[in-house]
């Protein structure tokens, strides 16, 4: 599907980023690209339930499925069909042979492969009935380059292009709902992630924080290695709650956030921020609040979530096991002095009044001052 000559380059990063995968799974694994199709190979104790699991995580895989290899000899493809049609068939009624053909010089072609490899299952299961249009099962009979391959129908792998392959991000990440479904589709289009997390002690405590690590631990699963960044925003909203207007206060901590991951972002090469905010869920995502908060960046702002309604992302939070995480009761910075009544059309001038007021420099330096990080993954 990748156009021009690129193709090799998503093809290398993506049998990185399945090896590094499948580095901490039992055994020894073997590696085979041809024809956009990866083949990986595992020793006699190698645990391939696990690095089946782990491959249908990893972005850029379309299809995955357990294939049985064979000798490019139809008499040792109907021999290992014979011996593993009922793991090919399951519970199935009716089934379907289809053959991909690929080595051309193969002297049988597809539809005289899929006749012979139709026949033996019907041999071996005369239960079974063909039915071409809409089979319970499809199973599928591969020559390619080295090898021949049986295999079932397949599961629908992460989909995507691989990590890496689009730059780098840095996500804001809150102990929310969206945040990590945010960093997840980001990384989905080739981003390699790491991200930032605001806390605020004593205001915060050690259980929020673990939240927030167990979120980017499991994010790390389809993301490969992140760096989590932790930042005290203790005396910016200490100062924010003593001096400013607290209508505006979110706002204004909104902007300290985003200056304090712009300049994170900046030091360790991430191209853009990502945050997980959708347009009008809340006061400080309204349009004219995220105009606000995006003047400070130095770097664009991505926001993957921005069309979606909460249902989607809880739909989505839950896919990738992090929804019940993020419900755990632990609060946030976000969630420390909100205010009643928040300002939901912010006027960028009220705004420089308010920060007028501030040192805005120098908080944003000694908060970054705080700034701490664990690699995960």
């Not at 980001?186 to 405590?205: K, N, S």
């Not at 006027?347 to 944003?364: Q, T, Y």
Request: with cysteine; glycine share 8%.
């Amino acid at each position: 599907m990748l156009k021009g000559l690129n193709r090799g380059y998503f093809n290398s990063i993506l049998e990185s980023r399945v090896k590094r995968a499948l580095k901490k799974v039992q055994g020894d694994f073997y590696y085979d690209y041809a024809q956009s199709t990866l083949c990986v190979w595992g020793s006699d104790d190698a645990d391939m339930d696990t690095a089946y699991e782990k491959v249908k995580k990893v972005f850029g895989i379309a299809t995955v499925c357990r294939g049985i290899a064979c000798e490019k000899d139809m008499e040792d493809v109907k021999q290992k069909l014979a011996e593993n049609v009922d793991d090919l068939l399951g519970n199935a009624k009716t089934f379907k042979c289809e053959a991909k053909r690929s080595d051309k010089k193969f002297p049988l072609k597809s539809p005289e492969i899929c006749a012979i490899c139709g026949g033996t299952v019907l041999e071996n299961r005369p239960d079974m009935r063909v039915d071409v249009i809409d089979p319970d099962q499809v199973i599928t009979i591969e020559i390619r380059d080295r090898k021949a391959f049986i295999h079932g129908r397949g599961e629908k792998g992460a989909g995507g292009v691989p990590v890496g392959s689009g730059g780098r991000a840095m996500l804001m990440l809150s102990g929310g709902i969206d945040s990590p479904v945010a960093g997840h589709m980001i990384a989905r289009r080739g981003a390699a992630i790491d991200a930032v997390y605001f806390e605020t002690p004593p205001y915060t405590g050690e259980a929020a924080a673990m939240k927030v690590r167990t979120l980017a631990e499991k994010l790390t699963e389809y993301c490969g290695e992140i760096y989590l960044h932790s930042v005290s925003l203790t005396e910016v909203q200490e100062t924010l709650a003593s001096t400013c207007k607290e209508k505006l206060f979110t706002l204004l901590l909104r902007r300290f956030m985003v200056r304090c991951a712009s300049k994170i972002a900046e030091k360790y090469n991430a191209g853009c921020l990502v945050t997980g905010e959708s347009l009008s869920q809340v006061a400080s995502q309204t349009m004219l609040s995220l105009a606000v908060t995006d003047a400070v960046a130095t770097l664009p702002v991505l926001r993957p979530c921005i069309g979606l309604d909460k249902e989607e992302i809880v739909v989505r939070a839950r896919e990738i096991d992090t929804f019940e995480t993020s419900i755990l009761p632990y609060e946030d910075c976000c969630t420390v002095f909100t205010p009643k009544h928040p300002d939901t059309r912010p006027d960028m001038e009220e705004i420089l009044e308010e920060e007028a007021k501030l040192d805005v420099d120098g908080l944003v330096e000694r908060a970054l001052a705080t700034d701490h990080f664990i690699r995960l993954g």
